[in-house]
Nanobody, 122 residues
Framework: QVQLVESGGGLVQAGGSLRLSCAAS????????QAWLRQAPGKEREFVAA????????YYGDSVKGRFTISGDNAKNTVTLQMSSLQPEDTAVYYC???????????????WGQGTQVTVSS
């Protein structure tokens, strides 16, 4: 069973930056892709970014390309999402997620953490 724990959310002004981290445990052969998803109030869960521990990717959602960067530390089993040029529309609960192969479809991730709130004020 994969366990994912997010940290690093908070409140930031528009144009600012935040860094999210995800600690993964229990990762085995079947869960080699890790991703960040987000869900804003009243909206469906959205794909943000993904990376393969084997080196594949990264992959980004269109709304965050050029502003967000995903990276992984295989030795520490952590995945980081560096978010820059944040806008109010980036406000959401951000989830770390895992599946065997990276997908840009949020609903295809069977495992995710408890989420961390990111709020961007205008």
């Amino acid at each position: 069973q994969v366990q994912l724990v997010e940290s690093g959310g908070g409140l930031v002004q528009a144009g600012g930056s935040l860094r999210l981290s995800c600690a993964a445990s229990g990762r085995g052969f079947g869960y080699s892709a890790q991703a960040w998803l987000r869900q804003a109030p009243g909206k469906e869960r959205e794909f943000v970014a993904a990376i393969h521990w084997s080196g594949g990717g990264p992959y980004y959602g269109d709304s965050v390309k050029g502003r967000f960067t995903i990276s992984g530390d295989n030795a520490k089993n952590t995945v980081t999402l560096q978010m820059s040029s944040l806008q109010p529309e980036d406000t959401a609960v951000y989830y770390c997620a895992a599946r065997p192969v990276a997908s840009v479809t949020a609903s295809q991730y069977p495992f995710w953490g408890q989420g961390t709130q990111v709020t961007v004020s205008s």
